[in-house]
């Protein structure tokens, strides 16, 4: 997932990253803004905050998986949209490859948007 915890010296667990928690962190916010460049063409609000971001992990090889999900599974871009999505991620620094998966579990709707996409699209 984006978020790791650190552990404190007195914890056995093993860390959840071999990726330095300062490293993980700055990773993590330039992937969401990276994210934050795409955008549904017919929709003015980025993919991020419309809520079509499912799932982010990063991997110790700092290989990232997204999985993300359409507004509609019949939209005219769901063949180009995690072309996208990946090509955005991947030139974030320390990122080795990303993988964009589309899923339709759970189906989007507009709940998952964020205040930012609903004063966009005027929602309120």
């Not at 552990?7 to 860390?15: L, Q, R, V």
């Not at 997204?66 to 005219?76: Q, S, V």
Request: glycine letters at 4%; hydrophobic letters at 45%; one cysteine or more.
């Amino acid at each position: 997932m984006m978020d790791a915890a650190p552990h404190s010296a007195t914890d056995n667990a093993p860390n959840p990253s071999a990726i330095p928690a300062d490293e993980l962190a700055r990773m993590t916010d330039d992937i969401v803004a990276a994210l934050k460049t795409v955008y549904d063409p017919e929709i003015p609000v980025d993919i991020y905050e419309l809520g079509l971001i499912y799932k982010v992990d990063i991997d110790d090889d700092r290989n990232v998986a997204i999985e993300m999900t359409l507004t509609a599974p019949g939209c005219p871009v769901a063949g180009d949209m995690p072309g996208w999505v990946e090509n955005a991620v991947s030139v974030v620094p320390g990122v080795a490859s990303c993988r964009a998966t589309i899923v339709f579990d759970p189906p989007w709707d507009q709940s998952r948007m964020s205040d930012e996409a609903r004063v966009a699209m005027n929602m309120w």
